[in-house]
């Protein structure tokens, strides 16, 4: 109490004190109102029975834990493995997606921050920003497009003699990997660079003149320094291809089920509100456990997410 005290006294004395009282205003309205209030009853929706109307507030409507126990038995003694499947499939393939945009977006974020300057700096920056003008689903079926049986890498791959016959990039999820790999490169890019930024060129030189190898630079000196930025990148995308739900709905294979689709099914196909909210009230404890688990495993603390 006394920590948050002091940082509010600071914040007044540097903007004074209508803002500050503004400020906080707004983000406890934020927290409170649309975060942690819809979560409470999205929480309480999830231990109740579906009832109608005309029985809520009844006898009948109590507390259960039926749609936690449908989840992993379904309607009978069995293990429930087509949903628990969908959960874990959803999980790995937000990882591989997350890895991939790390890959991608760690070099990109380096040359921003310590290699291009002036025009080239301001090109990279609009290259990466001007795609995020086109809508989410229209970029969703785009990608369909170009990954279709008539679709640019198909036309490409037979013109060059690759192979003879189209490939179902469709059915074979490559379609929706890159789509969500692609839409959340900026997210990915940006806290990386602000963590580089940081970095003295001067460590950098230093190290080669040495004699370092190029790998042992940014082992050594630049991952530790992008660490936080890569956490919070990763958390991120993480959490959003997780819960995906335009993209698998557009361009997801026939046999790719992600478990957004088995949430929107139950609150909208099924009219079972309760259930589907059981259903997201675990895929986010799902995704916060195995956040927190790899922060541990990669021992990164969760207060450098917000740095």
Not at 89 to 102: G, H, P, W, Y
Not at 104 to 117: Q, V
Not at 243 to 250: D, S, V
Request: with cysteine; aromatic share 14%.
């Amino acid at each position: 109490m006394e920590r948050i005290k002091g940082i509010f006294g600071d914040f007044v004395g540097r903007h004074g004190l209508g803002v500050a009282i503004y400020i906080s205003a707004s983000v406890l309205v934020w927290v409170i109102v649309l975060i942690a209030l819809p979560q409470v009853a999205m929480l309480d929706y999830s231990f109740r029975h579906n009832l109608p109307p005309a029985q809520i507030g009844g006898p009948e409507d109590v507390y259960t834990i039926s749609n936690y126990s449908y989840f992993l038995f379904g309607n009978g003694e069995s293990f429930n493995a087509l949903d628990t499947g969908v959960l874990f499939k959803t999980l790995f393939a937000a990882a591989i997606v997350t890895f991939i945009d790390i890959l991608i977006c760690y070099p990109i974020a380096f040359i921003l921050a310590h290699s291009a300057t002036g025009v080239a700096a301001r090109m990279m920056v609009l290259g990466l920003i001007v795609p995020f003008w086109v809508n989410e689903i229209l970029r969703a079926f785009a990608f369909r497009v170009i990954f279709g049986a008539t679709g640019l890498v198909n036309g490409i791959g037979m013109g060059m003699g690759l192979w003879d016959t189209p490939v179902d990039f469709i059915r074979a999820d490559v379609a929706l990997y890159s789509s969500l790999t692609y839409s959340y490169i900026l997210l990915m890019v940006f806290p990386i660079y602000n963590a580089v930024e940081a970095l003295d060129r001067n460590q950098i030189e230093a190290a080669q003149d040495m004699g370092a190898p190029w790998w042992r630079v940014h082992w050594r000196i630049v991952l530790p320094v992008a660490k936080p930025g890569i956490a919070s990148g990763a958390t991120i995308v993480f959490m959003l291809t997780a819960g995906a739900l335009a993209a698998p709905q557009i361009i997801g294979g026939p046999s790719n089920l992600w478990f957004t689709q088995l949430v929107y099914q139950w609150f909208n196909d099924a009219s079972n509100w309760q259930r589907g909210a059981a259903y997201a009230t675990i895929l986010l404890g799902s995704c916060l456990t195995f956040v927190l688990l790899l922060m541990k495993v990669f021992r990164v603390p969760i207060g450098a997410i917000g740095r």
